[in-house]
């Protein structure tokens, strides 16, 4: 069996893998998921730009959890559904990414202020393989991952 992304381009999968977005060559604003186009920046009339890895790690800005069962494609169906928890992380880039968290942590490990990091996790497998989706683990004060 393969790994293979659900989203392509998102996320690098190396052994520290990272999100992947874009750049304004015109302003130097940086988004995810990646801009094409023209730049959504409204001062900027920028159309090129280039692909960045962003920051693995950042700061946690607000968490929930999700209670109920997203229609698909969102989310392949589990029966029982099991709710999940939910970070927006800002980076240092300056932006904040909602994601989904590590499995095993919950609303219960999450802290504002809190750093957190990427991770890449099997969302699913099918009978062609797995496919791989980034989440935030959360970092324990020590700046190393927690064990959970």
Not at 47 to 76: C, H, M, N
Not at 101 to 112: I, K, M, P, R, S
């Amino acid at each position: 069996m393969t790994a293979t992304p659900a989203i392509d381009g998102w996320f690098t999968t190396g052994p520290d893998p990272t999100l992947v977005g874009t750049r304004c060559t015109t302003c130097e604003t940086v988004y995810f998921p990646r801009a094409s186009g023209f730049c959504r920046n409204p001062g900027c009339s920028g159309e090129e730009f280039a692909e960045v890895e962003l920051s693995r790690r950042g700061t946690i800005w607000s968490y929930t959890d999700a209670q109920y069962q997203p229609p698909p494609p969102y989310i392949p169906s589990s029966d029982p559904y099991v709710p999940f928890a939910l970070a927006a992380v800002e980076l240092p880039e300056g932006m904040v990414v909602l994601g989904q968290v590590a499995e095993g942590y919950g609303v219960a490990d999450l802290h504002v202020g809190a750093e957190a990091e990427v991770v890449v996790e099997t969302l699913y497998s099918d009978e062609t393989g797995e496919r791989t989706i980034w989440r935030w683990k959360p970092v324990t004060e020590m700046g190393e991952e927690s064990d959970q």
